[in-house]
């Protein structure tokens, strides 16, 4: 069964990117994000091919806690529809995946 997820989630810049990073850290809703830029996304919007610079952060969190990351990630996010997508973490180290549990851990909430 699925209990570790990276969440990914693309932002128009540094800014929004520092932002959503501090949040959910702070909120223990991930117990780390990377951030990678600039990337380039090619996507169809509103009947258009786009082209933008984003960024894009890595998010390692928990099935139970994804829900909330991604309400918070909603209520930052400037898009109107944000990638807010998560694969599930198969394989790692024992002890980091024990530390992603263990940092994003409701009773660490406050």
């Given at each position: 069964m699925?209990?570790?997820?990276?969440?990914?989630?693309?932002?128009?810049?540094?800014?929004?990117?520092?932002?959503?990073?501090?949040?959910?850290?702070?909120?223990?809703?991930?117990?780390?994000?990377?951030?990678?830029?600039?990337?380039?996304?090619?996507?169809?919007w509103r009947g258009e091919i786009n082209q933008a610079e984003e960024w894009l952060l890595f998010m390692k969190t928990t099935v139970e806690r994804f829900d909330e990351l991604a309400a918070c990630v909603r209520e930052l996010h400037s898009y109107e529809v944000p990638q807010i997508t998560a694969v599930p973490l198969a394989a790692g180290t024992a002890d980091y995946l024990e530390w992603i549990r263990r940092e994003t851990s409701p009773e660490r909430d406050g």
């Open positions: 699925v209990e570790l997820l990276e969440v990914h989630v693309t932002v128009p810049d540094r800014d929004e990117a520092e932002l959503i990073c501090s949040a959910v850290v702070a909120q223990r809703l991930a117990a780390a994000v990377q951030v990678v830029a600039p990337i380039t996304s090619v996507y169809w």
